[in-house]
């Protein structure tokens, strides 16, 4: 590795610190501003004040608010994130060891289908520009960027889970699968391979589909205009009639040469869309029970649980980072014009 | 001199359908290019010489379209060609150099992969390896370092990058290399070494090479024959020397006498053309260039006179030197 590009990375890493950090900050006091408290978003009124009052000095939500944020500055940078403060005040950590991974895997996949997709569409549809099949594809992604996730989810559910009955409807596995399933990462794909357990493979396998391409399906309309915004101004680039001149294809010209240049609007725009996706993940989750991060959140912002809902928020935050790290770098990769 | 015929264009006409009617940007063009020489094509802006250039490899953008003629390239009809045969034509036998090198070449593509890849593209079954060898060879042919070779596009200077596309347009022993104003954006002491490197091409692989350029001095030091277009005319064709002595056609002669620096010119005054290149939409009728034309008679307004050859390899398209009869 050179010294110019370590140098690169280290900046760019240590760029990304503050960038985490004003985002755990936002959510501590956003969720310290919000009506309610955990002890009564939960217990409700069934406990005395004073019951309540003894809950809280023991949660330490009576020390003052900076001691407070200065013990979860502490939790955070640690990666330990301490104990949630509702539904058994589990540790964090083990809770989001579960949740994850569940998001991950649904995620991944969604991610892979929405480039693989709207990338190979929006090529397309630029290459035969004006034409019927162009025009097809546009509105399929004006279509399927305006429908709202969890209808599209829920059309889904009632084709391929109500109607047709060949996909299940929610969860990530068949629940009599799941009691004698055992879990090690919380990543069902892996540990039904490493187990070899191929019922329970096949059975997580087509868990996924239907969130997974409902997820993927709401961020393809993204990737099919971009790609095919930047890859009609690319063929219109001096390179590409060049190419033409010295008897390349039209294929290859779209599906080579214009396609790896406009590779590099879209891995930013790749970056920039992680928070669509983790919204996007949230919607998904909710549709189909999927036992992830979204679902949790949403259950813990519900309850006020200040930690878990903080500590789920700095995760989402890091990873958002991390991935408009890996762009960048990838961005470098790509463009051999970037200098650091 | 008995010189050998490359590329016959007969009556070639290029339209561009527009919202406001159709341009007509070449019309009706005919002359021969030789082999081994080096034709310079000149003329104002707009008049025609890129859409010229581009039609030779039936590259016009559409909805733009070759709407009259042939192109006889080396016996062989190219109109005939379908799709594949016209890509393998594209490359192997004619190249382009364009007009900006800091676009015309990949900027994610290695100068060696650029090279490979043209290699390959016509002779697929050539390896890897071979290609290589024979870039390499090219490449210090043209006195560019074999390291260059591993650079991008963007590492290299503007002239670097002209000789690479240049190396690239001979990798495949083309018989007619198009230089579309190549040189123009380079400054004056690159422009002239690869002018000098283009003619030494020229010597060394017998290549044509048709120059299409604004700068008239350009012209008057490599070119062996000019061709000069007024409004998609073509309006007079001949041997360079001949022209710059005498030149027939008033559009000529008002070019000539407008460029600064020529050897033969002793004017003092710069010759300033009235008038304006006419709009391509709705052309004048007759002579193009009757407008602006300081002979103009009635007849230039009403009928289009023919290219005439009037002494051997030279020809002229105008009123004052055809029967009006004819
Ligand atoms: N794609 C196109 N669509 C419509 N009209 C075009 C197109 N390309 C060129 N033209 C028109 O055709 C005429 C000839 O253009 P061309 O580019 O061949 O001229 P040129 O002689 O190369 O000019 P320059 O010296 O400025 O490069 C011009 O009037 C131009 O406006
Ligand atoms: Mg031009």
Known sequence: ?340 | MEKEILAEIKDLSVTYPTRIGSVSAVDHVNFNIYKGEILGLVGESGCGKSTLGKALLRMIDPPGEISNGKIVFRGENIMEYDYNHLRDFRGRHVSMIFQDPMTSLNPVQRVDEHLIETIQVHEPQTKEDSALQRSKVMIERLGIGIERLYSYPHQLSGGMRQRVMTGIGLILNADLIIADEATTSLDVIVEAKLADQLREIRDEFGVSLLLITHNIALVAEMADRIAVMYAGHLVEIGDIYKIFEEPKHPYTQGLLASVPNIRFDTNEHLYKMPGEPPNLTHPPLGCRFHPRCPHAMPICSQREPLLVEIEEGWSVHCWLYQEQSS
């Open chain 1, 1 to 340: 590795m050179s010294s110019s590009l370590k140098k690169f990375l280290v900046t760019r890493i240590l760029l990304t610190i503050p960038m985490v950090l004003i985002m755990i900050t936002l959510v501590f006091f956003i969720m310290r501003v919000l009506p309610g408290d955990p002890i009564r978003s939960q217990l409700g009124p069934r406990v005395s004040e004073e019951q309540a009052d003894r809950l809280r000095e023991r949660l330490g939500l009576n020390d003052p608010i900076l001691v407070q944020y200065g013990n979860y500055l502490k939790d955070m940078l640690t990666f330990n994130f301490g104990n949630a403060l509702t539904r058994g005040e589990r540790p964090i950590r083990e809770e989001l060891g579960e949740k994850l991974p569940a998001t991950l895997e649904l995620s991944i996949p969604a991610m892979l289908i929405a480039v693989a997709l709207g990338i190979g569409l929006g090529a397309f549809s630029a290459k035969n520009r004006k034409k019927p099949v162009d025009y097809g594809i546009r509105l399929f992604s004006i279509f399927i960027y305006s429908i709202p996730i969890f209808f599209l989810g829920l059309i889904f559910q009632i084709i391929f889970g109500v109607r047709l009955n060949l996909l299940p409807l929610s969860g990530r596995m068949d629940p009599i699968l799941l009691t004698t399933f055992e879990s090690k990462t919380n990543f069902y794909i892996i540990d039904s391979i490493l187990s070899q357990n191929w019922a329970a493979l096949k059975s997580t396998l087509l868990h996924l589909i239907l969130p997974s391409l409902t997820l993927g399906l709401s961020l393809t309309g993204v990737f099919i205009r971009l790609t095919r915004v930047n890859m009609i101004e690319m063929i219109k680039s001096d390179f590409i009639t060049a190419g033409r001149a010295r008897g390349i294809s039209e294929t290859q010209l779209i599906y080579k040469h214009s396609l790896r240049n406009t590779f590099i609007p879209i891995l930013t725009m790749i970056g920039l869309q992680m928070a669509l996706l983790i919204a996007g993940a949230v919607l998904t989750e909710t549709t189909f029970s999927w036992p992830g991060m979204g679902r949790y959140l949403v259950d813990r912002i519900a309850l006020r649980d200040y930690t878990a809902v903080q500590s789920t928020i700095g995760v989402f935050a890091f990873f958002v980072a991390i991935i408009s790290l890996v762009m960048d770098i990838l961005y470098a990769l790509v463009d051999p014009r970037i200098r650091y």
